[in-house]
């Protein structure tokens, strides 16, 4: 049991954020792609927190506080977290307000505003009880009263992540006492605990907010009050964010630094530039050419994860639109499959930050992942004899597709273009920017073929399935942009969320991958992960989650 | 081409006109034009013969990536192993597109628009022209972010932008050229008898209001490529073709490890725009050509070389007259003016020599054209040297001007020479007062205290016979009628104190009332002020009432000298009997010449013949064959009368000119 | 003066109004709309439909629009839902950046662009005339990111003379001169890359207008009473170029923020092309429209300026109006 819990832990990880920018090259994170949004799997078991990973440890005596500088790409705009899933948004929100839980970098549950849970047999009633003698940084106390506040009046209408994953199944919250909050479900919902940190559920305080009439418009969500390590100091626009330490944290000995700011600095190579001149500390995207060059630089470490706030076991898939009468033939499916160099993705797309992928599950979620499902190598005869049979002529362009992409996903346009061309087929590459993308593609569904990042995130029952159920196409983000409709694999994937037995689900789910692999609806390009570039000599860094300063500090010498 | 000088030419246009060249050959002399020729002519050439000149396909993964620039890819491949070279050719390729479609619309455009809104006026004119200034408030880099981050990047999008936003300034020149032709006398002439209006546009307007319209949209075509560019470094570019913003966008990631990738399209981008801008500078520069280097080299040279040094102290004790009351104020040897042109040395003023005592007031006479009015300027060294070479030597008071330095010569200028002109409206800065251009004078002057400049200045004012000085101290040339403000001019002469005063033509442009005024008033000045007066003019009226002695001056040299009392009853050169046969008593200067058959030649080299022969009629008449041979020398024929003639040689082997 | 003050800023209303419509009308045309930017991802249909009619996008955009110009009317540019606050606050509250940028480099642009186009149109054809040329024109042609990168990258990486990015140093907490000198040291790159873009057309028009003041007869009339060559140049074609030269500068001020937006990418410059982009891309209308006519208001503005300038300079157009 502990086991299984470990890994789904770990998979929640993707939840901490909503874009999983993992995009290879530019450091804008926020544009790419898609996280998750089924409900989770109901689990049947009570599971405490791991034992083995608890809080960070003590700091040493010889950390100093100082000024920690972190780059982001966008300004956030407001500081409430709860009524958005932006990254621009959670990654500053993160220091400064707290979940019920935090995750490790294994995604364990850790105890944050919840001091300890109890989850009933049948996965239906979660118990938490708070921390002793947190405040908001304003001096009030915190209570249960907030936590039932914020999800009543806030994350259930505003958080789009939260609402659609909870909103259906949560029957009530309740606040026995000050310390007690009880979350009831009308059926078992498993995956609650994933859903309860500081970026996907943060706790606002309520005399802050209950006597507001717009959450949305509120003049308060530019002062934000919460209960985080960090406290709001000031905020200019597309400049920087400045916060400073709270001497009442509730967490012994935390945090460290004195201040944290966010420097908004919208070019990559600038980013880049400011890290190596020191101005600032903290890169959540080395961009890949730069890697090589960097690995050499005493001054900098380099932190490589498979996820953080931009997502988590991404996998940049190309979509068929099997609407298209072109794409009606599975062999020309399988054709491009053959005919795309995923090497060359991996080695000038990603600069090696990843791997090949094989099929709709990363290998990074092991429990899950096979490797025994039918492989497409780059082989361009077998591609052009696919064409061939499926009767297009190899006389000059054998048919045009376009390819829809978020610009910084230019690069796999590229190469697929120039891989394709290669078997008589003609892409045109159109790079639109995320607003104009997503209606194109989920509400039109006028395109032929796009690439769009995928992550799995924590489950397959979260990050997977919503690409493939046909209950799932429709004007909604990051869905089945394929239009694949399969009342097995919509049968699988319900068998996948109420089996609770961790082998049985690996079988469902190495059968969809076999399916999947098989009948070609995307074809899944390459696994990535990405690197954190910081100053050298700063220890308690936590790159994969909301909370990633709270334990940092700089090491003399 | 056949005027060597304008009533008011300056040297510019002097050589302007008589440039046979002028026209577009002649802009493109210039390295500059040159280079802007030759850099836009490769820029087409790579863009149209992108295929045959790029090693392969831009998007081809030709080699490995990252090569630096080698023998197999010349300027080496990016990160996919394309190969740079047929990226940047490919780029002109999609430059030029991106640019000509933009141009061209925009040029249809602006056209229509211009000309509709020009020609049918009225209400056609007034939501034209609010449409005009609506595309000229959005912000055209702005619109074009717009539209390619809203509605996607992609060349279409982008060149419909600029082609619907880059059109305002055309159709404004359009409208305007448009407005002006439209009151022309041929078109309403065409009008009155009944032509229809699309065809008049079409035949009468329209090719006169293209021109400016061209030279604006040729600009368009590097405007668009800038734009292009920017957008591709947001990430908003087209993927789809290679252009050189797409190729800096790819290399922004590789800055630092492959120079190669961002360095050779952010060149060919700077090239083509020098390249465009530099054409377009050529075809819109107004500047006159310079000389050939090797005309002013030999002329200075010669200049420089014997006289005085420009330190010397003093002038050249073997040649000085001495400042003894007897020598002339002024005295004019050999001068000798030439402006390089294409076609070669361009002779305005050819060996020119006359004195004015103190006091006297020479009437220098010619048609337009003859030389005087650079006579003029090179006395007073205003002649500009990087078109002008000046030879010969002019003594004043004494001094060798020619040797003057600069800064002394603006000392002599002002305080001892000064000068008045034949349009005094345009020779007033208009943005200053009358009182700070007198100032300008005042200020030399030890003698004047500061707080006493004004008094001085209504002083100098009033003593020109300017009715309210006070007031007219405060006033801009524009508020001045002509006559008010050629005594202004006068005055500011006078604020110096000069021992000369060079009068060029100073009544010609004003009324005949005002006319006789000025000259009254000159000639009291010449006599209270004891001031000289060169009194250039054609008009031998004038002279003959003002002057104390006339020289007559045609094709850059005196053909007569004499005094005022003999010019009525003894003039002997052909040439000055015809002027004065040309008057008609009345004055009305442009209706006399046309009774002497012919013009002023212009002079590309020294002639053989004498410069009058073919439009002298005693010569025709009388069939002198010398006439044709050779050129007469300037002889002495009498007291205070020398005349340039063979009619008038003493002895015929004086031919040594 | 006034009057005709009061005229020109009547005329402008419609002008504005037809800007405002304008990109109104474009923005909302374009694909997508700012709902998930604003709100995020993985959210049901019912959610998305909720928040659009939140924000009042389900309607037809005919409505929108009345809605929208009724609001422009009364002076209300707009609410910016992704900065949760008027976008007019917004933008003003980032316009001082973009002065700060701009001003300067306008001031350093106009002082050399001015120097060179007179020393250009002093010594017309002659070496000294073709380098200035050249170089200047080298500084237009070069793509202004491009230039920016490289100044990034000699003397921000290589040398270290100058910080890399922002308007001031994220760690030191300066106070009073040292505070102002300290966003002097930020400003010196990114001002030297706007000077660079600007100073071009300045020179140009400059030596232009220089050029068609020195062949005046005025010029040449001060010239004789004594004036000398430079003071001829300085004290009277000057003054007369400074016309044509005031309206360059007006009518490029569009051109000029153009400029701004890519210097303030690249050197993470807090000002108003940053904001716009961001609009932009996450289809903040508020902001976006706000701006334009923002810009179509300084651009109108301008042109007003320029035409006072003309007057206070020249006198002929001062006498005209009265």
Known sequence: MRHRWIVAAYLAVGLVATACGDDAESGSTADEEATVAETTAPADDTTEPDDETEQEEEPADDVSGGTMVVAISEDPGHFNPGITTGFNVHVVTGSMFNGLVELDDNANPLPDLAESWEVSDDATTYTFTLADGVTWHDGEPFTSADVKFTFEEVLLNFHSRTKSGLEGALASIDAPDDQTVVFTFSEPYAALLQRLNSTEAPILAQHIYGGVDDVQEAAENLTPVGTGPFMFESHEIDSEVRLVRNPNYFKDGLPLLDEVVYRVIPDANTQLLALEQGEIDYLWRVPGAELERLGGDDAIDLYPVNSGPGGGFCVPTLTFNLDREVFDDIRVRQAIAHAIDRQQLVDQAIFGQGRAATGPISSEMAFAYTDDVTEYPRDIERANALLDDAGFSAEGTRFTIDLLHFPNFSKYGEIIRENLSEVGIDVELAPLDRAAFLPRVFEQRDFDTNVISYCNNSDPSIGVSRMYLSTNIGNIPFSNGAGYVNPTIDELFADGNRTADTGARADIYAEIQQILVDELPYWWLVETRFTVGATAGMEGLAPHSGHFAEGAHFVDG | MVATEGGHGTAGQVVAEASPGTGLRERFRTPAAKAGLGLTGLFCIVAIAADLIAPSDPFAFVGQAFKSPSTDHWLGTDDLGRDVLSGVVHGARTSLIVGLVVAVSSLIIGTVIGAAAGFAGGWVDDVLMRLTELVQVMPRFFLALMVVALFGPGLPNLIAVLALTSWELIARVVRSAVLSVKEADFVVAARAVGAPAPRLLWTHILPNAIAPAVALAALQVGGAILIEAGLSFLGLGDPNRVSWGYMLNNAQPFVRRAWWLSVFPGAAVAMTLLGINLLSDALSDRAPARPPRRIRRRFRGHVDGPGPSPLAEGPDPGLDPGPNAGSPLLAVEELRVQFGTDVGPLIAVDGLTLTIGRGEVLGLVGESGCGKTVTALAIAGLLDETTAVVDGRVWFDGIDLAAQPESAMNRIRGSRIAMIFQEPGSSLDPVKTVGHQIGEVLRRRDDIARGQRRQTTIDLLDRVGIPDPRRVVEAYAHQLSGGMAQRVMIAIALAGGPDLLIADEPTTALDVTVQAQILELLQELSETEDMAILLITHDLDVVSEFADRVAVMYAGVIVEELTVDRLGHDPRHPYTTALLAARPGVARSDERLATIPGTVPTMLEQPAECRFAARCGPRVEWELSICCEAEPALVETGTDHSVRCWLHQDSLDASDT | ?322
């Open chain 3, 1 to 322: 003066m006034a009057p005709y003050i009061v005229r020109r800023l009547l005329q402008a209303i419609p002008l504005l109004f037809g800007a405002s419509t304008l990109t109104w009308i474009l923005v909302h045309l374009a694909p997508g709309d700012p709902i998930v930017a604003l709100a995020g991802e993985d959210g049901n249909a019912e959610y998305y439909a909720m928040m659009r009619e939140r924000f009042g996008l389900d309607r037809p955009l005919g409505e929108q629009l009345v809605v929208y110009l009724g609001r422009l009317v009364r002076g209300d540019l707009g609410f910016s839902n992704r900065h949760n606050r008027p976008a007019v606050e917004v933008i003003l509250d980032q316009l001082p950046a973009t002065l700060l940028l701009m001003v300067p480099s306008l001031v350093i642009a106009a002082l050399i662009g001015i120097a060179l186009g007179a020393v250009a149109a002093g010594r017309r054809h002659t070496a000294v005339d073709a380098t200035v040329r050249t170089t200047t024109l080298l500084g237009h042609a070069m793509p202004v990111f491009w230039l920016s990168q490289i100044l990034l990258l000699v003397f921000a990486a290589r040398l270290g003379w100058f910080p890399v990015q922002g308007r001031t140093d994220a760690r030191a907490n300066h106070e009073g001169l040292r505070a102002a000198v300290d966003v002097a040291h930020h400003m010196v790159l990114p001002v030297t890359a706007l000077v660079s873009v600007y100073v071009p057309p300045i020179m140009r028009v400059t030596r232009a207008s220089m050029i068609e003041n020195l062949d005046a007869l005025y010029i040449r009339a001060a010239r004789a009473r004594g004036v000398s060559r430079r003071r001829a140049l300085i004290g009277h074609a000057l003054p007369n170029s400074l016309l044509p030269i005031a309206t360059v500068i007006g009518a490029q001020i569009g051109f000029m923020f153009a400029g701004a937006v890519l210097v303030e990418t690249v050197f993470a410059w807090p000002g108003l092309g940053t904001l716009l982009l961001n609009a932009m891309l996450n289809r903040d209308y508020a902001i976006i429209t706000a701006s334009l006519l923002m810009l179509a208001t300084t651009i109108i503005g301008m042109n007003l300026v320029t035409d006072i300038a003309y007057s206070v300079i020249d006198p002929r157009v001062r006498h005209g109006r009265d």
